[in-house]
């Protein structure tokens, strides 16, 4: 069975600040990894995404991860955060052919002045 | 862009009534998604469907049903509302073969 662990529920982190949110998966077959990014009061928007190549994959928002198969760790990083960057963040497995996907607890980002 | 939109944002019900939660995207997806948000426990699916007609329990379907009569309209049922399910819905939608989820907005539904 494939799963997914986030690590850490809560991250504050203050603005202009770097930031990592740790995963980690679990999975018998060819790996895909997904995060997904969940505003206020929003639903969820694909960040990024890792379906095979390079294991440094880059986003929308300056957002990067890294895919490491001897870890089995797919951790997200920025730079340097913005205020708008608060929010919580979703690491995802994809399951099946259907595309069916297999979703971390998540991870809430408080981004503070 | 693709749109997927949930009929309500907010929902207040009495325990024990039928509850219905609308779907609807305009990307011509075949696999739609009903999904529950609960703090700490991420995501979790309640059912899939990959066509009109068709759908797949996923983790937790007890205490739900679902109906996909058309393509861009997937409704969530729950069949006699209780106070565990007071929680955010989800829903999603993707083509077939492609791996991007696209969600809406979310219900949240209080059932007291």
């Known amino acids: 069975a494939q799963s997914v662990t986030q690590l850490d529920s809560q991250v504050p982190v203050f603005e202009e600040a770097p930031v990592e949110l740790r995963c980690n998966y679990s999975s018998s077959v060819s790996v895909y990894l997904f995060w997904y990014v969940q505003y206020p009061n929003q639903g969820l928007q694909l960040l990024l995404k890792y379906l095979s190549g390079s294991t440094l994959v880059k986003g929308i928002n300056g957002f990067e991860a890294e895919f490491n198969k001897s870890q089995t760790s797919f951790h997200l990083r920025k730079p340097s955060v913005h205020i708008s960057d608060t929010a919580e963040y979703f690491c995802a497995v994809k399951l099946d052919s259907w595309g069916k996907l297999q979703f971390g607890a998540g991870t809430q980002v408080v981004v503070t002045p | 862009d693709v749109k997927v939109t949930q009929s309500s944002r907010y929902l207040v019900k009495r325990t024990g009534e039928k509850v219905f939660l609308e779907c609807v995207q305009d990307?011509?997806?075949?696999?739609m998604f009903w999904y529950r948000q609960d703090p700490g426990l991420g995501l979790r699916l309640i059912y899939f469907s990959y066509d009109v007609k068709m759908k797949e329990k996923g983790d937790i379907p007890e205490g739900y049903s679902v109906s996909r009569e058309k393509k861009e309209r997937f409704s969530l049922i729950l069949e006699s509302a209780s106070t565990n399910q007071t929680s955010m819905y989800l829903c999603?939608?993707?083509?077939?073969?492609?791996?991007?989820?696209?969600f809406g907005a979310g219900t949240r539904l209080s059932v007291l």
């Open positions: 990307m011509d997806h075949e696999n």
């Open positions: 999603a939608s993707s083509l077939a073969g492609e791996n991007i989820q696209y």
